[in-house]
Structures are given as C-alpha cells and as structure tokens.
C-alpha cells in the first residue's frame, strides 16, 4: 500500500507477506528497498520529503508502538 510520494517520485508505503508480517518500503525509480526497523514486530512508512527523509511508525516486542525519522546515508 502507498503511503506517501514526494516530487522526485520516491514512494513509501507499507506491504504484508502472507504470514501476516508487515514491512515498509521505498521504491524509487526501478530500487525497491524493505524498511524493518530494528528489533521491530512490524514497521510502517508513511511519508518522505524532498530531502528523502522518512517518517513512520514501528512496534516493538513489547508491543508497544513508537514513531521514527528515518534519514538517507551519506
């Protein structure tokens, strides 16, 4: 599912595999890469700006579920 998309076309978005696990994700031009934070039960992206910034949320073993920025590498 598409989340978010910002002008350089880059799309974030979330995606579930058939055992129920939920990923984020980041698709640009032909790259698609899986976003898990870590030690995370489930990870959702929901928005990125035109810096490539990121933002979503991720729920711990815990179960308790916290919000993350998620920034490129250089």
Do not use: C
């Not at 980041?26 to 959702?44: A, C, M, Q, R, Y």
């Not at 919000?67 to 490129?72: A, C, E």
């Amino acid at each position: 599912m598409a989340e978010g998309i910002n002008n350089s076309g880059v799309i974030v978005g979330l995606y579930l595999e058939a055992n129920g696990a939920e990923h984020g994700f980041v698709k640009s031009g032909g790259s698609f890469t899986t976003i898990d934070f870590p030690k995370s039960t489930l990870t959702d992206v929901f928005s990125i700006n035109a810096q490539g910034q990121i933002v979503g949320r991720y729920t711990d073993t815990a179960g308790v579920t916290h919000g993350f920025l998620g920034v490129p590498a250089q």
